[in-house]
């Protein structure tokens, strides 16, 4: 089926560097998001995106956080500057509808902020 | 407030043994269900989903769940386990009025030979 893929599978950084995370959706789908499991916790949405803007964002999507998806090509979560907490495996995902519409998951990027 | 239970967090079965994955939501209006799958290294796959009507949906590779409104719950089947089914399960819920995914914690589902 359909796949979305994410570049790096791991990244691991020091606190207060930037870190740009990215994701290959599906390429026809419309909509993109974001979701946030750290180890041992719920996988938690952080941000859904639609037609170059932010749609809908959860408390975790600090200000320090930023998506966009330049021309169409990767959509990309940035993070500056990462904090400790930043900890996490991020998994995005892809969907063509709203609402109803299935969204695939990519198979995350597991970031370690030291 | 939206919220996933999965009370289970590793289930062990036999192979060719039934099995029930158990998961409660809690959802303010009309829910839409679904049971995802993640295989090691891989991203999650939708096993299948429930929107309306009947309240038993078939998924892949046999597996089904139940929507029992009254009971806040869709719980995930299967007849005869396979040892290739071994994956985290997780049951999720979402709404027409928002585009955001509420998950459980997951379900480590470990079959024996």
């Known amino acids: 089926g359909p796949k979305v893929l994410q570049i790096p599978s791991h990244q691991i950084i020091d606190m207060g560097q930037m870190v740009t995370l990215n994701c290959d959706p599906v390429?026809?789908?419309?909509?993109f998001y974001w979701y946030k499991q750290i180890l041992g916790q719920q996988m938690e949405f952080l941000v859904n995106f639609y037609n170059g803007k932010v749609m809908e964002k959860s408390k975790l999507f600090k200000d320090q956080f930023s998506v966009e998806r330049p021309d169409g090509s990767y959509f990309t979560l940035k993070i500056q500057p990462t904090a400790l907490e930043d900890s996490a495996v991020y998994f995005c995902a892809s969907s063509l509808d709203w609402g109803v519409g299935e969204q695939y998951f990519g198979p995350g990027t597991r970031l370690t902020v030291l | 407030a939206q919220s996933v239970t999965q009370p289970d967090a590793r289930v062990t079965v036999s192979e060719g043994a039934s099995l029930q994955l158990r998961c409660k939501y809690s959802y303010s209006g009309t829910p839409y269900l679904f049971w995802y799958v993640q295989y090691p290294r891989q991203g999650l796959q939708l096993l299948l989903k429930?929107?309306?009507?009947?309240?038993v949906v078939q998924g892949v590779n046999g597996f089904e769940a139940e929507f029992i409104k009254s009971n806040s719950s869709f719980h995930l089947r299967k007849a005869s386990v396979h040892w290739s089914d071994s994956a985290v399960y997780f049951c999720a819920v979402s709404g027409n009025s928002n585009n955001r995914i509420f998950f459980g914690d997951g379900t480590q589902l470990v079959v024996k030979p």
């Open positions: 390429s026809n789908h419309l909509y």
């Open positions: 429930y929107y309306s009507g009947d309240p």
